[in-house]
């Protein structure tokens, strides 16, 4: 079996929704005014657009348009908001990031750097087997010196919902900040800044079938108001959070992705959770001793992280035939180290090698899940 080109990495990346991409097309040509011109109708047209699209995502999280700042990506976005917080929190006697052993690498990287540059310290609290952290732990390592607690909506690898609404209530407790990083979960999942209790949620375009390079933090301006340090010098832009001019193709994009999603995702996630429950029956009927890495009760519809007993993920791709999986995080794919989610929920590098991620999507089809299927069994017998 030859020619194949299924996609089944959709936590890597998305494809861009043809929609969106017919909403982003006029402003890379015709309307390409800059949108912090404020003398003439090129800029205000751009202006208006970038406002659109931050309205749109802010709705589709429940927040105000004016608690939305655009950034570069997801990564941008939790660098701002855990190095901004914790420059802002020192002067309180707030010296401490607290995060998850599963958190993305940007996440546990940029809480060590605040931690190291600004003479803070970064906390890291394990979580269980299934991958969901153990909240009176992590309660027992909240205190009077926490700024931030960071905890993602759902991991890029395993797919683990964690319990947001009840973590906040726990930082909040103690007067910490409460940071999610759902660039996995915006679109997928109910979220919620207001009724979650979320200070800090960063947002990626291109995990949200949008375009790659840009993204967003929302930053709690309702009480508790949340202020933040800038990490970027400049003119001053998005509140003064974030300088360089926006870039309104992106932005469009973004939040017609958004507005998009808001409408569709409920739908979306029922569909890919029975596509994911037959593809995972369907691979245990080929091999009996496959397993599932983490739980599969609190995880992204659309996510399978599986363990192929004694076959290395690395000998099993080329046997696979142009069908498209992952062993992990896209972000880490250029170093050769073992996936720390993987270490974090008790694997031996044995069984990391062996593990696969596939990720279902918007265009994933029931065909294709049936072809996946015929590959995989031709592979592994």
């Not at 999610?180 to 200070?199: E, N, R, T």
């Amino acid at each position: 079996m030859t020619g194949a080109r299924i996609y089944l990495d959709y936590q890597a990346t998305t494809p861009c929704d043809p929609r969106v991409v017919d909403a982003m097309l006029p402003w890379f040509t015709q309307k390409f005014g800059n949108p912090h011109s404020t003398e003439h109708a090129f800029g205000w047209e751009a202006a208006d657009a970038v406002e659109e699209a931050r309205g749109h995502l802010a709705r589709a999280i429940g927040a105000r348009p004016r608690e939305i700042v655009f950034t570069s990506g997801a990564t941008e976005a939790n660098n701002l908001a855990i190095k901004g917080a914790l420059a802002t929190r020192m002067a309180e006697g707030r010296d401490e990031i607290v995060t998850l052993a599963t958190e993305h690498k940007c996440v546990l990287e940029s809480a060590r750097d605040a931690a190291r540059l600004l003479g803070g310290k970064a906390v890291i609290v394990p979580v269980g087997t299934d991958g969901l952290v153990d909240t009176q732990r992590l309660a027992a390592a909240i205190g009077e010196r926490t700024a931030l607690v960071s905890v993602m909506a759902a991991n890029n690898e395993i797919g683990t919902i964690q319990p947001l609404a009840e973590i906040a209530e726990i930082a909040h407790a103690a007067g910490a900040w409460f940071h999610s990083d759902a660039a996995q979960g915006v679109g997928k999942m109910a979220l919620d800044v207001q009724a979650m209790g979320i200070d800090l949620m960063s947002i990626s375009g291109h995990k949200l079938y949008g375009p790659k390079g840009v993204g967003a933090l929302y930053i709690r301006s309702r009480g508790p108001k949340v202020e933040l340090a800038a990490q970027m010098s400049g003119g001053g832009q998005e509140r003064g959070l974030r300088s360089g001019t926006v870039s309104p193709p992106l932005v469009v994009g973004l939040g017609e992705a958004a507005r998009l999603a808001a409408q569709e995702w409920r739908g979306e996630a029922e569909r890919l959770t029975a596509q994911r429950d037959r593809l995972l029956m369907g691979l245990q009927a080929i091999r009996s001793d496959i397993r599932v890495n983490g739980t599969m009760q609190a995880r992204l519809p659309g996510n399978l992280s599986i363990t192929i007993p004694g076959i290395a993920a690395n000998d099993l791709y080329p046997r696979l035939n142009g069908l498209a999986v992952s062993s992990g995080s896209a972000c880490s794919s250029e170093k050769a180290d073992a996936s720390h989610v993987l270490l974090a929920i008790g694997h031996d590098p044995a069984r990391v090698d062996t593990t696969l991620r596939l990720g279902l999507g918007r265009m994933t089809t029931d065909a294709e899940i049936e072809q996946a299927l015929a590959i995989f069994g031709q592979a592994l017998r």
